[in-house]
């Protein structure tokens, strides 16, 4: 059985020549999207390619914009291709009857239910087209964008023309270039952020943290709980990679293309939640008090440990319960850190001469940051594949304030060539409840998280279990609701252990009966934890008898090992 064949055109010359002007390609991400969707597909380096080989659908990172590239892209779709732009390929506006209009740099966009999420979903930058004349092909539009979540429309969020045999189907959203904004910001974080207006995200403290690379809306993208508790609500990020994984597959299905894709999680696993705790003024008795808590949780968690950490003995305790030791590294010029490789390693080094093992995750106390991707680069450096530093510092802000809780790469910046870094991103969703944010929120928080299957992680303070017992009855309502929701708790460890091995899984085809054949890079365990789906082709497949389960909002079939 031939497998559909997904291509993203990553034009080397077209890359080249933004980076010449440091400008940065964060189309590129959208290999980032499909990687983590589990989606099988090929680099395409140069234009040329495309018309070369049998690619089914081609989604477009970076593309030359001159006539004769319009051309070849034409011309592949006019054989039967199906091309997805987001926001780009405006030098074939004309050719089409269209022309391009004013960006909108951010605002929020209404997806028909077979597209995506219905909600408005926020969006940091669009481009629409509009009519000039009679359109030389036949354009079909879906959706709308506006300014504001119930504004007027500005146009449509995106349009599909049929040339040909085939589709070029343009997202008037800058898709790829708001799943970094939103995840990573948009740009190196240098000053304060803007606080909210209400009083309850004073960003502007002097100190500079993740959450000053904001690029949410404090009005329109909070909801509050029965008690009044102002949060972040929506997962933007990850609902926009839904919408783009489920336009794949559903144009696949009218294809009759089978496209089979690896699931998020391994067999008996829907879904995640993690606990973490920050060690920051390391007294002995946080550390007992939380072993204990945890001990009648019946969970495992992640430790940051920061410097000078608590005596000798503990840890020992600590990693024979099953919990994660971490880095927590300090950067607050206050208490003696600084914001520098140096420092992060003299902390590191102290971490892994304190444990004598591998330290695989980090968290910044205060949540720091500055700059783009220095933390990450420091991260590379050490060894440490993981950071949880994106999360709430100030109670507004919690929730999902970086509109995600899937753990990804984040994407580097023109400077070094927008490489992904090796550090796969962990971020929280609150702290210390109640005295951060009240138990009301970990209903709402849990019900997204379910939504879109991706971690709800939750920091717990070892020295605020220990001193306000309220604190650690709170860990515990957490963990009783979560696992009544079928949540399995693991450590971030444990998150990208398993993320980084089921990427080294490789979908290479479907044998006669439709059975998953892989080409895998881990060991045979590994592959056989793994669960693999394929979209249904028609309503009642013949001979299908194998489990059926809605993925990306297209009805999937799990597939069997060939």
């Not at 983590?36 to 018309?51: R, T």
């Not at 000053?212 to 509050?224: K, P, S």
């Not at 920051?280 to 992640?302: G, K, Y």
């Not at 590379?380 to 919690?398: M, N």
Request: net charge negative; proline share 4%.
């Amino acid at each position: 059985m031939n497998m559909a064949r997904i291509g993203i055109l990553r034009d080397k010359g077209a890359i080249e020549q933004r980076l010449t002007y440091g400008l940065n390609t964060f189309g590129l991400y959208v290999g980032e999207v499909l990687s983590h969707a589990g989606i099988p597909f090929e680099w395409i380096d140069a234009l040329h390619q495309i018309l070369e080989n049998k690619f089914d659908l081609i989604l477009i990172a970076a593309a030359p914009s001159h006539e004769a590239a319009n051309d070849t892209i034409w011309r592949y779709v006019e054989r039967g291709g199906i091309v997805i732009s987001f926001s780009g390929l405006n030098g074939m506006a004309r050719r089409l009857g269209f022309a391009g209009t004013e960006p909108i740099s951010a605002g929020y966009a209404h997806l028909p239910e077979e597209m995506g999420d219905t909600r408005p979903l926020r969006f940091l930058s669009a481009s629409t087209w509009v009519k000039q004349k009679e359109p030389a092909v036949a354009c079909k539009e879906w959706g709308t964008i506006a300014n504001v979540p119930l504004g007027v429309s500005s146009g449509a969020s995106m349009q599909q023309f049929t040339i040909g045999l085939g589709t070029l189907e343009r997202w008037s959203v800058d898709v790829m270039g708001t799943i970094v904004g939103l995840q990573q910001g948009t740009g190196p974080v240098l000053e304060d952020g803007t606080p909210a207006a209400d009083g309850t995200g004073n960003l502007n403290d002097g100190l500079l943290k993740a959450e000053d690379g904001l690029e949410m809306n404090w009005v329109y993208d909070r909801n509050t709980t029965e008690t009044g508790m102002a949060y972040f609500a929506h997962p933007y990020a990850d609902l926009w990679r839904e919408a783009v994984v489920s336009q794949i597959l559903r144009r696949m299905v009218e294809k009759q293309k089978p496209l089979p894709f690896s699931d998020y999680w391994p067999e008996g696993v829907d879904r995640v939640a993690m606990i973490s705790h920050d060690s920051d003024r390391n007294f002995d008795e946080d550390a007992v008090t939380t072993l204990q808590t945890l001990a009648i949780a019946n969970i495992h968690s992640s430790w940051c440990m920061m410097k000078p950490g608590y005596s000798a003995w503990l840890y020992p305790l600590i990693e024979e319960a099953g919990h994660e030791l971490a880095l927590h590294f300090n950067s607050n010029m206050n208490e003696g850190g600084r914001w520098d490789l140096a420092d992060f390693n003299r902390q590191f080094e102290w971490l892994q001469d304190t444990v004598h093992g591998k330290v695989t995750s980090n968290k910044n106390h205060f949540t720091r940051f500055e700059g783009w991707g220095e933390l990450f680069q420091w991260c590379e450096a050490c060894g440490i594949e993981s950071d949880q530093t994106r999360g709430p510092s100030k109670s507004g802000a919690a929730g999902f304030l970086f509109g995600t809780c899937h753990p990804y790469y984040p994407i580097a910046w023109s400077n070094e060539a927008n490489r992904l870094y090796d550090v796969l991103e962990i971020g929280f969703l609150t702290q210390d409840i109640p005295q951060f944010t009240d138990a009301s929120v970990i209903v709402p928080f849990l019900e997204e998280v379910e939504k879109v299957r991706g971690v709800a992680h939750f920091l717990y303070h070892q020295g605020r279990i220990h001193s306000s017992p309220e604190v650690g009855e709170a860990l515990l309502q957490t963990v009783h609701v979560a696992k009544e929701r079928g949540f399995t708790f693991w450590t971030g460890k444990q998150i990208n252990s398993w993320e980084r091995k089921r990427r080294q899984i490789r979908i290479s085809g479907l044998d006669e009966k439709g059975n998953v054949i892989l080409r895998s890079e881990c060991d045979v365990k590994e592959a056989d934890q793994a669960v693999f789906w394929r979209p249904m082709l028609s309503e009642e497949e013949p001979g299908v008898e194998q489990l059926i389960k809605e993925r990306f909002g297209v009805k999937c079939v799990q597939l069997k090992r060939g």
